[in-house]
């Protein structure tokens, strides 16, 4: 149980394109999402948290107009990167916590982006 | 808010022996405790957790305890493994009021390789 996946697993674009990233929670209903990006060899970076049904709240320093979430079911939370540059590719990975696990979290696999 | 400092890789080892990576956290009121595995390309996995002040968490073969008087998640395992190499985050998740309930902080990350 408690599965997450993420679609895609990697994407290549070009600069100014939009990619969307979506996750998904495969045997449980997810509350609160949550979006961390990871540099290559460092620690992931909370970029924002989703709860069903309403706005997303975003870390200091993130871009809430570049960075689009939407979690618009409790299964399913979309990332949007918006006009990409090639200082937006980075691995991204979402998070998932709700079921009977409340205050505990699961995690994709990740998505690696690559802008050109 | 809180902060996790982890033990600094990277982390070489020949099969068999023994392995401790440090963590020490800083955090408001009384979080759970984390570590996490992350193999090459892959998103996180859970490895272990302790909700508790002197719990013990386990999978694997890794231990470690919660040790409230130090704040200390030190991972440890008696005998590791080729299939260990991987990279090894300790992660406390916020459970006091606030900004930063239900958020976990991650550390650096160490880089553990294991030899044959």
């Known amino acids: 149980g408690a599965v997450v996946s993420q679609h895609p697993s990697w994407v290549i674009c070009k600069s100014g394109t939009s990619v969307k990233i979506e996750c998904r929670s495969l045997?449980?209903?997810?509350?609160?999402m949550f979006w961390y990006r990871q540099f290559p060899k460092q620690s992931l970076m909370l970029m924002a948290t989703s709860n069903e049904g309403s706005k997303a709240t975003y870390e200091q320093g993130v871009e809430k107009d570049k960075f689009l979430i939407n979690h618009a079911s409790l299964t399913l939370s979309t990332l949007t990167v918006t006009s990409a540059h090639p200082e937006d590719s980075s691995f991204y990975i979402c998070?998932?916590?709700?079921?009977?696990?409340?205050?505990?979290?699961?995690f994709g696999p990740g998505t690696r982006l690559t802008v050109l | 808010g809180d902060s996790v400092t982890q033990m600094e890789g990277p982390v070489t080892l020949s099969e068999e022996a023994f392995l401790t990576i440090n963590c020490t956290y800083t955090?408001?009121?009384?979080?759970?405790l984390f570590w996490y595995v992350q193999y090459p390309g892959e998103g996180l996995q859970l490895l272990l957790k302790a909700t508790k002040a002197d719990d013990k968490g386990s999978n694997k073969g890794f231990e470690a305890t919660y040790r409230k008087e130090t704040t200390s998640f030190h991972l440890e395992k008696g005998s590791v493994q080729v299939s260990d190499s991987a990279v090894y985050f300790c992660?406390?998740?916020?459970?006091?009021?606030?900004?930063?309930?239900?958020?976990?902080?991650f550390g650096q990350g160490t880089i553990l390789t294991v030899h044959p």
């Open positions: 045997d449980f209903q997810a509350t609160t």
């Open positions: 998070s998932a916590r709700g079921g009977l696990a409340a205050n505990e979290q699961f």
């Open positions: 955090a408001t009121g009384y979080p759970s």
């Open positions: 992660a406390p998740l916020a459970n006091a009021g606030g900004t930063s309930y239900g958020k976990l902080t």
